[in-house]
């Protein structure tokens, strides 16, 4: 971790604005827009140490990614905007996840790439993480699942997790 | 002593000749049957499901293209492996697909460029994060690493035009030019280890020797008329059946 600092910190020694490039496809664009009136510039999350650990509890394996990028304005430190993927069956599900005051203020699916259990995207079920927490390594609430789509709510649900403990760990350093 | 009847002779004779002639056949087509029945009797203690087939010429009959090693880097210790289009850290699968083009290390990441974009990773091959190259890159196998030894900065160069990597490490910064940076000479790919090579082709086939075995086990190996090869394997075992049962009478 340290090392990594480090590398940071050679990093940031010329300050000024970047030109970073758009990566984002144009759903997470839409979906950041909606959270923010002026998206505020990524920040990241590194996996490593203890919360690695954690990541793979939730998951079952490691997030692809050792870092993960999250939005947060620096007027409402409460309140994070996450993207994170996850396999459902055989492929990512891109996921946005907005969190403010530790509780999912709202979940969208951006990208959905299976053939089938495109029922999670219906807001019926997105709904069900309105308002929800994450204690006791449990979301405060049960989600119902869908018939036919039980890899797809499964992956969800962890997204929906891990996207909690990443806002708790941002807002509690 | 009684003289049996020419007719009733004729049969034991005839049943005699079928039996021996049969004999022949079926002890070949016993022991090929018997052998694949007790290797797929044990298939799972023996790892015949686990196992990859390598042999060129089976895989020639499958018309499966064995994998190809495209590109090989390696970086101080480690290896930043094309497999066919996968990519691999040493014999550990990536989360990136593409064709690599060239890769290096400096400080604690490996830089690497995969089609059209640029990948980063840590000294250990985790995956930082993956972003496109300028639109201008139609060629990256052209594309030239640059390092500034003050600052540490990576930036690249494409005919003559420059980029810098950004601080966060999320794009490029399009640059006048590349005053302060030093070329690198990016690794070439090289042969990689023999045992490394082995281990990834072994884990990375789509063949298993179980379903090689299950093929012969049933005739279809030997295309749609296997199994009708077996079938009268199968017709004959039963005309040996009832001839030694003919001998068997008085």
Same mark, same amino acid.
């Given at each position: 971790?340290?090392?990594?600092?480090?590398?940071?910190?050679?990093?940031?020694?010329?300050?000024?604005?970047?030109?970073?490039?758009?990566?984002?496809?144009?759903?997470?664009?839409?979906?950041?827009?909606?959270?923010?009136?002026?998206?505020?510039?990524?920040?990241?999350?590194?996996?490593?140490?203890?919360?690695?650990?954690?990541?793979?509890?939730?998951?079952?394996?490691?997030?692809?990614?050792?870092?993960?990028?999250?939005?947060?304005?620096?007027?409402? *430190?409460?309140?994070?905007?996450?993207?994170?993927?996850?396999?459902?069956?055989?492929?990512?599900?891109?996921?946005?996840?907005?969190?403010?005051?530790?509780?999912?203020?709202?979940?969208?699916?951006?990208?959905?790439?299976?053939?089938?259990?495109?029922?999670?995207?219906? *807001?019926?079920?997105?709904?069900?993480?309105?308002?929800?927490?994450?204690?006791?390594?449990?979301?405060?609430?049960?989600?119902?699942?869908?018939?036919?789509?039980?890899?797809?709510?499964?992956?969800?649900?962890?997204?929906?997790?891990?996207?909690?403990?990443?806002?708790?760990?941002?807002?509690?350093? | 002593?009684?003289?049996?009847?020419?007719?009733?002779?004729?049969?034991?004779?005839?049943?005699?000749?079928?039996?021996?002639?049969?004999?022949?056949?079926?002890?070949?087509?016993?022991?090929?049957?018997?052998?694949?029945?007790?290797?797929?009797?044990?298939?799972?203690?023996?790892?015949?499901?686990?196992?990859?087939?390598?042999?060129?010429?089976?895989?020639?009959?499958?018309?499966?293209?064995?994998?190809?090693?495209?590109?090989?880097?390696?970086?101080?210790?480690?290896?930043?492996?094309?497999?066919?289009?996968?990519?691999?850290?040493?014999?550990?699968?990536?989360?990136?697909?593409?064709?690599?083009?060239?890769?290096?290390?400096?400080?604690?990441?490996?830089?690497?460029?995969?089609?059209?974009?640029?990948?980063?990773?840590?000294?250990?091959?985790?995956?930082?994060?993956?972003?496109?190259?300028?639109?201008?890159?139609?060629?990256?196998?052209?594309?030239?690493?640059?390092?500034?030894?003050?600052?540490?900065?990576?930036?690249?160069?494409?005919?003559?035009?420059?980029?810098?990597?950004?601080?966060?490490?999320?794009?490029?910064?399009?640059?006048?030019?590349?005053?302060?940076?030093?070329?690198?000479?990016?690794?070439?790919?090289?042969?990689?280890?023999?045992?490394?090579?082995?281990?990834?082709?072994?884990?990375?086939?789509?063949?298993?020797?179980?379903?090689?075995?299950?093929?012969?086990?049933?005739?279809?190996?030997?295309?749609?008329?296997?199994?009708?090869?077996?079938?009268?394997?199968?017709?004959?075992?039963?005309?040996?059946?009832?001839?030694?049962?003919?001998?068997?009478?008085?």
């Amino acid at each position: 971790m340290f090392r990594i600092f480090k590398i940071a910190s050679i990093l940031i020694f010329l300050g000024g604005m970047t030109n970073a490039q758009a990566t984002l496809i144009k759903e997470e664009q839409a979906f950041l827009k909606q959270q923010f009136t002026e998206v505020p510039k990524a920040q990241y999350l590194w996996l490593t140490g203890d919360l690695k650990k954690q990541t793979i509890a939730i998951l079952g394996h490691r997030y692809p990614k050792i870092r993960v990028a999250y939005w947060q304005r620096p007027q409402t *430190p409460n309140q994070t905007v996450w993207i994170l993927e996850e396999i459902g069956k055989e492929k990512p599900i891109t996921i946005g996840i907005s969190i403010t005051d530790n509780q999912i203020e709202s979940l969208r699916i951006l990208k959905f790439r299976e053939s089938r259990g495109w029922e999670v995207k219906l *807001p019926s079920f997105t709904q069900q993480f309105d308002n929800v927490n994450y204690k006791n390594q449990q979301l405060s609430r049960s989600i119902d699942g869908i018939s036919g789509a039980t890899l797809s709510v499964r992956a969800v649900t962890k997204i929906a997790k891990l996207a909690l403990l990443f806002h708790h760990k941002v807002t509690n350093k | 002593m009684k003289k049996q009847p020419s007719s009733l002779s004729f049969k034991q004779k005839s049943a005699r000749k079928i039996h021996r002639l049969l004999g022949v056949f079926i002890a070949i087509g016993l022991i090929y049957i018997t052998l694949t029945g007790i290797l797929l009797n044990h298939s799972e203690s023996l790892k015949l499901d686990k196992q990859i087939v390598t042999h060129p010429l089976i895989l020639k009959w499958y018309q499966i293209e064995a994998p190809q090693i495209k590109q090989s880097i390696k970086l101080d210790n480690q290896w930043l492996i094309q497999l066919d289009s996968n990519l691999f850290w040493n014999q550990t699968p990536l989360p990136l697909n593409g064709d690599l083009y060239s890769a290096f290390k400096h400080q604690i990441l490996i830089y690497a460029i995969i089609d059209q974009n640029l990948s980063l990773l840590t000294e250990q091959g985790e995956w930082v994060d993956t972003f496109s190259l300028p639109k201008d890159i139609t060629h990256p196998d052209q594309v030239e690493w640059r390092v500034n030894p003050n600052t540490g900065l990576v930036s690249i160069r494409y005919q003559d035009k420059y980029w810098q990597i950004n601080e966060d490490l999320t794009g490029f910064i399009a640059l006048k030019s590349d005053s302060g940076f030093n070329k690198i000479k990016a690794p070439t790919s090289v042969e990689v280890p023999p045992q490394l090579k082995a281990s990834l082709l072994n884990q990375n086939g789509s063949l298993h020797w179980e379903r090689v075995i299950v093929d012969l086990h049933n005739g279809y190996f030997f295309g749609s008329i296997g199994p009708y090869l077996l079938d009268l394997f199968a017709l004959l075992l039963l005309m040996m059946v009832i001839s030694g049962l003919r001998l068997l009478l008085k």
